[in-house]
C-alpha cells in the first residue's frame, strides 16, 4: 500500500492496562523520510503508541519493527542507540543541567572514554570532551539556543524549552523522531517557526518524522500523511485533506452527525 | 583548558601529599592525641559523605545503607590485617626502617580488600534494588544495611556481639587525609566527565534519559558500587584507627548521619559534603560544654538550617578560587 520501504511499523499491536484496552490491533507504516501525523482525541493511545515505540511498555501482541527488526521487548535506551529519539508530552528537561549539558548528556551513548582516563582526567578524555562539546555547540547554534548555553534548562522560556527538547533528541544522532505534541502551548509566531523546524528536519537532516499534534494547522501545515486514532483503534490513514473529510473523523472529534433524513 | 590535564592532577596529587606528610610530622605531634583523633574522625567523615554525595546527591538514589557498606569494608579489612598482615609483619621483625615501609603497605592492601568487599556487596544488592525508586528504593537500602550488620554480629570469626579487638593501628592522619583527598579527585572529575552528566540526567529524570539512549540501570549501579568502595575503606580506616570494631557503630543511625552530611551541604555539591562532614564532626566536640544540652543544640541547629536553606548550604554548586581571588580566571 505504501511505496517507501518502512523505517517503523506496526503490525497488529495489541496493549491492554487490566481491563482498559489501551491499543487495539494497530497497524502503522511510516516510510523512510516521510512525515507523518498522528491524530485523535484527548486518551486516543497516541502518547501510549509512542510509548510502545520507544520501549516503555511492551506490546500485549502483534510487533514493532524498526528498519526491519523487531523491537517489541527492547529497553529504552536500547531503541535510542537504533535510532529513534523523541520528545515529551509535558516537557521532560533535565532541569538542574545548563542547556549545553542537556546536549552534551544525550551524547553520552557515543563517548567511549575508558574510566581511569576520566579519573585521571587523562588525555583521550580531554579530546572526546573538545569534540562532544563542539558538537552539542552545533546542535544549539541549529535549534537558535546558543544564547542559553550555561542557562539551567528549568530556566528556560517555555517555547525554547521545546526546542530544546528536540535539540536533545537530535543529540542522539536519530534516524526517526517522535514529537509528542510539539505546539502545545505555543503562540502563533512559535508555531510558524515550528512548522518550519519541522520540515527543515526532514529535507536537511533526512529524518523521519512522527508527530503527534493536536494543532490541526501545524498537522495539515506540515504532515504528508495523517493516521487517526480513537479509542485505541486506528480508524482512518491517508493525506491531510482526505483526513480532513473523514466522516468517522469528524465523528471522533465532534461526535456523530445529527441524522439528516 | 585540559590539554595537560592528567600531569596537572599528578602535580596537585603529589603537592598535597607533600603537605599531608609535613603536616603529619608536625603538627600532628604538637597538637595532642585529641584533636588528632577529631581530624581522622573529620577525614573519614569527609570520605563517607563524599562518596555518599555520589550516590544521593549525583545519581539521585537514596540510599540509607551507608554504614552496612563501612561494616563490611571496616571488618573485612580488619580482619585480613589481624589474621594475616599483622602475624606476617611480625615475621619480618620490627626494625625501625622495616616498620615504616611494611606498615602502610599492609595498610593499603588491607583498605583495598576491604573496599573491594563493599564494592562487591555493593554490586551484589545494587543489581536488584535499585530497580525500585525514591522510597522504596531507601526502605531496600536500610533493610541491606541491617542484614550486614547482624551477620556480623553473628559471626564469631570477627568478635560476634564482644566486638573485634586487637586490630594493628596502622591509621595515621596522613592516611586518613591522602584517601579523603583520593575520594574528593575521583568524584569531581567523574562529575565533571560524560559519566557525571549520565548520572545527573538520571537523578534529574530517570525516563528522559533512558530514552536518551542512557543505561540507567548501569549508570545507577555503578554510583552505588563505587559509593560503596570508598565507605568501605572509609570503615576500614577507622577500624585500623580505633583498634576496636563493634556492630553499634554501625546502626542505621550512622547512615542517617552520613546522610545529614550530604543533605545539609547541599545534594550535588562536593564542596558542601566536605564542609558539613568537618562541621558537623566538630560541633559535637565543641558543644561538649554544654553537656547534658550537647545533642539539642545540634539537633536544633539541624531544624534552622533545613528551614533556611533546604536547598544544603552549598545548594549544588561547588567552590571556586575565583571566589577567594577575584582576578582569578574562572575557566
Redesign the interface.
Known amino acids: 500500500m505504501n511505496q517507501s520501504p518502512a523505517i517503523l511499523e506496526f503490525r497488529n499491536a495489541c496493549l491492554a492496562f487490566g481491563g482498559l484496552r489501551a491499543i487495539q490491533n494497530v497497524s502503522l507504516h511510516v516510510g523512510r523520510g516521510e512525515l507523518v501525523g498522528l491524530i485523535g482525541p484527548n486518551g486516543a493511545g497516541k502518547t501510549t503508541l509512542f510509548n510502545m515505540a520507544t520501549g516503555v511498555y511492551t506490546p500485549d501482541s502483534g510487533e514493532i519493527l524498526f528498519e526491519g527488526n523487531g523491537i517489541g521487548s527492547l529497553a529504552p535506551h536500547q531503541i535510542n542507540r537504533l535510532g529513534i529519539a523523541r520528545t515529551f508530552q509535558n516537557i521532560r528537561l533535565w532541569g538542574q543541567m545548563t542547556v549545553l549539558d542537556n546536549i552534551r548528556a544525550a551524547m553520552h551513548q557515543r563517548v567511549s572514554t575508558a574510566l581511569w582516563q576520566v579519573v585521571a582526567s587523562g588525555s583521550a578524555h580531554a579530546i572526546d570532551e573538545e569534540r562532544l562539546l563542539e558538537e552539542a555547540r552545533e546542535f544549539l547554534a541549529y535549534l537558535d539556543l546558543t544564547r542559553f548555553e550555561l542557562e539551567y534548562a528549568k530556566n528556560l522560556p517555555y517555547g525554547e524549552q521545546r526546542r530544546l527538547e528536540i535539540a536533545r533528541a537530535l543529540a542522539t544522532h536519530p534516524k526517526l523522531i517522535l514529537l509528542d505534541e510539539p505546539a502545545a502551548g505555543m503562540n502563533t509566531g512559535e508555531k510558524v517557526k515550528l512548522m518550519d523546524l519541522i520540515r527543515r528536519l526532514q529535507s536537511e537532516r533526512h529524518l523521519t518524522v512522527l508527530l503527534i499534534e493536536h494543532d490541526m494547522k501545524v498537522v495539515m501545515g506540515v504532515c504528508e500523511r495523517v493516521a487517526v486514532l480513537d479509542h485505541g483503534e486506528k480508524i482512518a490513514e491517508g493525506r491531510p485533506e482526505e483526513i480532513q473529510r473523514h466522516p468517522q473523523v469528524i465523528e471522533a472529534y465532534l461526535g456523530e452527525a445529527p441524522a439528516t433524513t | 583548558m585540559?590539554?595537560r590535564?592528567?600531569t596537572?592532577?599528578l602535580l596537585v596529587a603529589a603537592l598535597y601529599l607533600a603537605v599531608l606528610l609535613v603536616l603529619g610530622s608536625t603538627l600532628i605531634p604538637f597538637i595532642g592525641p585529641y584533636y588528632t583523633q577529631v581530624l581522622i574522625f573529620i577525614g573519614i567523615n569527609i570520605i563517607l559523605a563524599v562518596s555518599l554525595n555520589l550516590i544521593l546527591g549525583f545519581a539521585g538514589q537514596f540510599s540509607i545503607g551507608h554504614a552496612g557498606f563501612m561494616a563490611l569494608g571496616g571488618y573485612t579489612s580488619a580482619a585480613l590485617s589481624f589474621y594475616v598482615l599483622a602475624p606476617l609483619l611480625a615475621g619480618f621483625g620490627t626494625g625501625g626502617l622495616i616498620s615504616a615501609i611494611s606498615e602502610p603497605a599492609a595498610l593499603a592492601v588491607s583498605l583495598l580488600v576491604g573496599g573491594i568487599a563493599a564494592a562487591l556487596a555493593g554490586l551484589l544488592v545494587g543489581i536488584p534494588t535499585l530497580r525500585l525508586r525514591g522510597d522504596y528504593l531507601a526502605i531496600a537500602t536500610l533493610g541491606m544495611g541491617e542484614i550486614i550488620r547482624v551477620v556480623i554480629l553473628n559471626t564469631d570469626f570477627v568478635g560476634g556481639a564482644r566486638g573485634f579487638t586487637d586490630i594493628p593501628r596502622w591509621t595515621t592522619f596522613t592516611w586518613v587525609f591522602l584517601l579523603a583527598g583520593l575520594c574528593i579527585?575521583?568524584v569531581r572529575?567523574?562529575i565533571?566527565?560524560?559519566?557525571g552528566?549520565?548520572l545527573?540526567?538520571v537523578r534529574?529524570?530517570e525516563?528522559?534519559?533512558?530514552?536518551?539512549?542512557?543505561?540507567?540501570t548501569r549508570h545507577k549501579v555503578f554510583a552505588f558500587v563505587l559509593g560503596a568502595f570508598f565507605a568501605g575503606v572509609a570503615g576500614g580506616l577507622q577500624a585500623h584507627y580505633l583498634q576496636y570494631l563493634h556492630t553499634n557503630s554501625f546502626t542505621f543511625l550512622r547512615s542517617i548521619e552520613i546522610v545529614v552530611f550530604v543533605v545539609l551541604g547541599g545534594g550535588?555539591s562536593i564542596t558542601g559534603s566536605v564542609i558539613a562532614a568537618t562541621v558537623l564532626t566538630i560541633l559535637p566536640e565543641a558543644l561538649r560544654g554544654a553537656e547534658s544540652w550537647r545533642m539539642v543544640i545540634y539537633s536544633a541547629l539541624l531544624v534552622v538550617m533545613m528551614l533556611t536553606r533546604p536547598q544544603g548550604l552549598m545548594g549544588?554548586r561547588e567552590f571556586q578560587w575565583s571566589w577567594l581571588l577575584p582576578g582569578f580566571k574562572k575557566k
Not at chain 2, 565533571?192 to 559519566?195: F, G, L, V
Not at chain 2, 525516563?207 to 539512549?213: F, K, L, S, V
Open positions: 585540559k590539554q590535564g592528567a596537572r592532577t579527585l575521583v572529575n567523574l565533571a566527565s560524560t559519566m552528566r549520565a545527573i540526567a534529574e529524570d525516563d528522559a534519559a533512558a530514552a536518551m539512549g542512557i543505561n540507567t550535588g549544588g
